[in-house]
């Protein structure tokens, strides 16, 4: 079974500071890896995936994330943050074989709220 | 494009009670999926279904009852609300495992 661990529930941080939001998985199977990011009162957006190819990958509001798979983790960064990205950010896999449908289920970590203060 | 509905957004039930929370997608996707979120507790599966007549249980099913008789629809029935059950209802929608989800705007339930 796959679980995915964020390692910081809170994080604060002033405008225009850099952030890392940190995630590690565990799988015994190649993964998909998703970051997801939730505004207050509003369903869940992709924000950046990794499937295969490069390890980094970037999203097109500044953030990166970069896939490391000896230390299997997914952190994500921004170098410098704005008020508008004060939300909730969660870590997501999926497996990358499909074991009786296995491919298509997502899990995800118990999300980090980042604020970003003027 | 209208993507993932839920309907309602909000609802209020007595202890008991029954209801069906609503799900729709236009996109023809094969897999969707019922979400709960709790304070601390980030998402987790209820049911889960890979296609029209298939459903399968996830992390937290007791309570909760679903079918799939199309591709647009999955509603989520529960069959005697709880006030364990209070929490915020989000239902996703994916095509293959390399794909991401696409989620509704979720249902808040609260159970009284």
């Known amino acids: 079974a796959q679980s995915v661990t964020q390692l910081d529930s809170q994080v604060p941080v002033f405008e225009e500071a850099p952030v890392e939001l940190r995630c590690n998985y565990s799988s015994s199977v190649s993964v998909y890896l998703f970051w997801y990011v939730q505004y207050p009162n509003q369903g869940l957006q992709l924000l950046l995936k990794y499937l295969s190819g490069s390890t980094l990958v970037e999203s097109i509001n500044g953030f990166e994330a970069e896939f490391n798979k000896s230390q299997t983790s997914f952190h994500l960064r921004k170098p410098s943050v704005h008020i508008s990205d004060t939300a909730e950010y969660f870590c997501?896999?999926?497996?990358?074989?499909?074991?009786?449908?296995?491919?298509?289920?997502?899990?995800f970590g118990k999300g980090t709220l980042l604020t970003v203060n003027p | 494009n209208a993507g993932v509905t839920q309907t309602p957004k909000f609802q209020v039930l007595k202890t008991g009670q029954s209801m069906t929370l609503q799900c729709a997608q236009d996109?023809?996707?094969?897999?969707m999926s019922w979400y709960r979120q709790d304070p601390g507790m980030g998402l987790r599966l209820i049911h889960y279904s890979v296609g029209a007549g298939i459903t399968d249980q996830g992390e937290v099913p007791n309570g909760y009852n679903v079918s799939r008789s199309t591709t647009e629809d999955f509603p989520l029935r529960l069959l005697s609300a709880a006030p364990s059950q209070t929490s915020v209802y989000f239902c996703?929608?994916?095509?293959?495992?390399?794909?991401?989800?696409?989620f509704g705007q979720g249902t808040r339930l609260t159970v009284v």
């Open positions: 996703a929608s994916k095509r293959t495992g390399r794909t991401e989800a696409f």
């Open positions: 997501a896999v999926s497996e990358g074989v499909n074991r009786g449908g296995s491919n298509y289920k997502l899990t």
């Open positions: 996109m023809n996707h094969e897999y």
